[in-house]
């Protein structure tokens, strides 16, 4: 097979051709090494690796968009792409179709049904961008020829490969996003084989095909990170001096106890009834339109984080479940 005959000529001291930036893959010499390696930890058979990445493909494509992340902006500019009256429109009417099954969401893993369709509608809008790009490309491409996290997406193609395996898939031309997310709730290949579950019941499960394996697997992906059934998840504050509460903000896990945010000057908003002295919390700090924010991120909201790191990823999900959780009630 190419891999050992490649291999074989390169221990003879003789390279292959200089690849092409628009070539096959399986001629890169580490993308070679990579499937050499999977090959003999995992027992992949290496006719089908050969043929997976001589057609897989470098995207320049991807590296822009990997480039550019959404999370990058400040929050107020953030929050105008996930928290709009379409998409609060869009969640309730989700909710009203779904009833059913995120009920059942509800009883087996405690996450309420807006929650589960704030993040959804965020990562593709209830379903309906869930990715224009080949997989195979956008891991190969991000693991290979990224500048950072290189080594974070050389264990994604190799979850990718074992999942392929798996769900018996034999080709690899399955779409997602330009950082290697599948389907409906945009599960990257690791949490694909770890968080996933068939919902429906009929024997697979498919993120991209059935909206109830999805909405499923994103009550099986929260309650697995510690979902905590009929707490807050996060609550505005007001800073007194945000010369001291700002040295406390930045970390996403609630460390923080209410008490030390009470000892820098912060305090509940709007009328709110603080929490109690030893709840764990974390302070967030956003850049609003007119200026900081200030908000208590609680067990719920750092669970949210592990969806998507990021503070700002989190808020849009907690905000646009709150309008749903409100245009239902309408």
Known sequence: MRIRRVLAGLLCGFAPAAWSADGPLDEVAAVRSFMHEVESRHGLDGAWLEEIFHGARRQQSILDAFARPAEAKPWHAYREIFVTPERVRGGAKFVAEHRPVLERVQERFGVPPE???????????????????????ALSTL????????????????????????ENRSTADLKGSYAGAIGIPQFIPSSYRAYAVDFDGDGRRD???????????????????????????????????PARADPLAGELRPELAW????????????????PAPETPVALVRLDGAEGPEYWAGFRNFYVITRYNRSALYAMAVHQLAVEIGRGENR
């Open 115 to 137: 929650i589960v369709a704030a993040i959804i509608g965020v990562e593709t809008y209830y379903g309906r961008y869930t990715g224009r790009f080949r997989v195979i490309d």
């Open 207 to 241: 993120l991209s095909g059935s909206v109830v394996d999805a909405v499923g697997s994103v009550g099986s992906y929260l309650s697995r990170h510690g979902w905590r059934a009929g707490e807050l998840v996060a609550a505005p504050l007001t800073v007194g001096e």
């Open 143 to 166: 693991a290979f020829f990224s500048p950072r996290r290189g080594k974070f997406f050389r264990r994604e193609l190799e979850e990718y490969l074992l999942f392929l395996r798996e």
């Open 259 to 274: 008490r030390d945010l009470e000892a820098a000057g912060v305090r509940a908003g709007d009328g709110a009834t603080p």
